[in-house]
């Protein structure tokens, strides 16, 4: 108990310490603290108070000498310095941030987890930080260990996927360090090839990587006008200032015994902070990663983008308020989350806009576009359809959802979204067939609703195709593309006399951050050892056959020569690649809900997705 009461009182000591006083310039690390591991429990306990000890003894002598540099921001808005009270206030605020009232932690609280939550969900969520994988073959995956969570984690490694790879002049303005060899190449105006190696990447680039996707998300979802960062009380400003040695020890000791298993707990814990600029929002993320990477990250994050959104704002965007977000029994994050992650809104369904049920009642979907996707297994299997709004994002990176997992699948060349002729005239089709549907996705329109869509499209159906599809009164999609395929071009249909319309071949990569037991062989000793346990990456070539069956097409093409490979030029007498026999995983499933008749080919272990 005394041990207890002398920890909490040199704790308090150093945070108060670090409240006022500039940052110190980085020394090495102390012998002794260099020594713990060889010590006996007792003395690296004891080791450690003194080391907590020493340090704020010196930053309380320091801040008792001398008044701060001008560096430090202690000057009022006139100019004139700030008087020592009033300085200790504007610390309190600022870097230890605002309590939330009783009323929103406990709105907050019930919003997350419901009422009747489970001990074992609650710490699903509170022992998973937002770390890459140590291992140097997966290093950029953002690795995973909590059942629970991966909607999170899949939806922050999707940005961090952009930056790195899409946006590496961002990373290299703010740190100077990013590989030359990891910049993308740009084909065209619009065509970007990022680099396929992932090792390349430093530890320095892929951390402002994760800060800056972790703020751009907050400012999302804070409607690009602010951003709410959450962090515990009990940590306070100790990250900030202390050495790199001690950051671990400080966030240890101060998580020690920590758990959230009710409001009132989250009311005590929880300081907030609100940023109005994307500048000032990355500087304070920047000072506290260690804080999300702690194994209180991914709550943190979570409740961090819900009050940037406003908890009455998120309440309006579903459609259900009395459900909650992490859902039963096994503490999944919903499709509300993942929304809010991507674009902004905690909408649950993942079709464009809205739809109508009439009588004034509507459900809401993703409303504009993204800059990373999402595509389901749940489409394949005909439970939802997936919008082209979060289909086609601006960027080749989707996450995935199966039925109990979320996983991040990206390409490296930003023309794989590239439309040929048919499928830009498919996608337009589709659209304004699906904005007919008022079905949830099933795939068929009424009748008034099918002519709207041959007045948008140009379609002029012969009377006999007409009256056939509008026959039982509703028409079907896969029946109505049908006849479009068979009609003359000049009717606005897509009858191919070459029969090479549509053939593709790229690659996609895949990451599952969960992690497991590498099985390919590789890791395993010859001694029968434990193999490593670590993240999953799969590459994938993909072949999109031409408008016929991939059966059909591997019958009767030709073979190109090894190494073939790209969209087949229009108008040039070539022979098409001929693609490996298909393999099959569910990933393949969710692929063809993007690229339908896609054939899939990896070596090793299929893609998982749970």
């Not at 096994?330 to 499709?335: D, I």
Request: glycine share 8%; charged share 25%; with cysteine.
């Amino acid at each position: 108990m005394a041990d207890q009461q002398e920890d909490e009182d040199l704790r308090m000591a150093l945070r108060m310490s670090m409240q006022n006083s500039p940052p110190e310039p980085k020394r090495s690390k102390p012998r002794e603290a260099a020594n713990l591991a060889t010590t006996t429990p007792e003395e690296s306990r004891r080791l450690q108070r003194e080391l907590m000890a020493a340090a704020a003894e010196k930053r309380m002598l320091a801040t008792a000498k001398s008044v701060p540099s001008s560096g430090s921001p202690l000057k009022s808005d006139s100019g004139g310095d700030i008087g020592t009270k009033e300085m200790e206030i504007k610390a309190k605020e600022v870097k230890l941030g605002n309590e939330l009232s009783e009323k929103e932690a406990y709105q907050l609280f019930f919003m997350v987890f419901g009422s009747d939550v489970s001990k074992d969900i609650l710490a699903q969520w509170s022992n998973q930080g937002i770390r890459f994988s140590p291992d140097p073959e997966t290093s950029m995956i953002l690795v995973q260990h909590e059942g629970g969570p991966c909607g999170v984690l899949a939806a922050i490694q999707a940005f961090v996927l952009k930056h790195l790879l899409f946006c590496p002049d961002d990373l290299v303005k703010a740190a100077q360090s990013t590989p030359q060899n990891s910049t993308p190449r740009r084909l065209s105006k619009n065509q970007y090839v990022a680099s396929n190696n992932f090792a390349a990447f430093t530890e320095n680039a892929k951390a402002r990587a994760l800060v800056k996707s972790m703020g751009e998300i907050l400012f999302l979802c804070g409607n690009n006008k602010r951003a709410v960062i959450a962090t515990l009380s009990s940590i306070g400003d100790g990250v900030e200032e202390s050495e790199d040695s001690l950051t671990d020890v400080i966030i240890a000791q101060a998580l020690e015994g920590l758990s959230i298993e009710s409001a009132s707990d989250l009311h005590k814990v929880l300081r907030v902070e609100t940023y109005t600029t994307p500048a000032s929002a990355y500087k304070r993320l920047e000072a506290i990663i260690p804080v999300f990477q702690s194994r209180m990250g991914a709550l943190l994050f979570l409740i961090s983008a819900l009050l940037s959104r406003g908890l009455d704002c998120v309440q309006a965007d579903r459609d259900d308020p009395s459900l909650p977000l992490v859902t039963a029994p096994f503490g999944h994050a919903s499709q509300e989350i993942v929304n809010l992650l991507l674009c902004g809104q905690a909408v649950p369904n993942v079709f464009d806009g809205r739809m109508d049920l009439g009588g004034g009642m509507f459900l809401k979907g993703v409303s504009t576009n993204v800059e990373v996707g999402f595509l389901t297994l749940l489409e394949s299997l005909n439970f939802c359809k997936v919008g082209q709004n979060l289909k086609c994002p601006k960027w080749p990176i989707w996450v995935v959802g199966s039925e109990s997992h979320y996983t991040v699948l990206f390409a490296l060349d930003t023309a794989v979204q590239d439309e040929n002729e048919l499928e830009e005239r498919e996608s337009h089709i589709r659209k304004a067939f699906d904005a007919q549907d008022q079905s949830g996705g099933g795939g068929f329109i009424s009748v008034e609703g099918f002519h709207q869509v041959l007045r948008e499209t140009n379609i002029r159906l012969p009377s006999e195709k007409l009256d056939s599809l509008c026959g039982s009164g509703f028409i079907v999609w896969s029946e109505f593309w049908q006849v479009i395929l068979d009609l003359d071009k000049s009717l606005g249909g897509l009858k191919d006399s070459t029969g090479q319309m549509g053939q593709k071949i790229f690659d996609l990569y895949h990451f599952n951050g969960i992690a497991k037991s590498d099985l390919n062989g590789s890791q395993f000793s010859s001694g029968g050892e434990t193999p490593m346990q670590r993240p999953r990456l799969t590459k994938l070539r993909v072949s999109v056959p031409p408008r016929w069956t991939p059966e059909e097409f591997m019958a009767d093409v030709a073979v190109l020569p090894s190494g073939s490979a790209g969209t087949q030029p229009s108008g040039k007498d070539t022979e098409v690649a001929k693609p490996e026999p298909s393999q099959h995983a569910p990933l393949v499933d969710c692929i063809r809900t993007r690229w339908p008749r896609a054939v899939c080919n990896w070596v090793g272990d299929p893609p998982s997705i749970v």
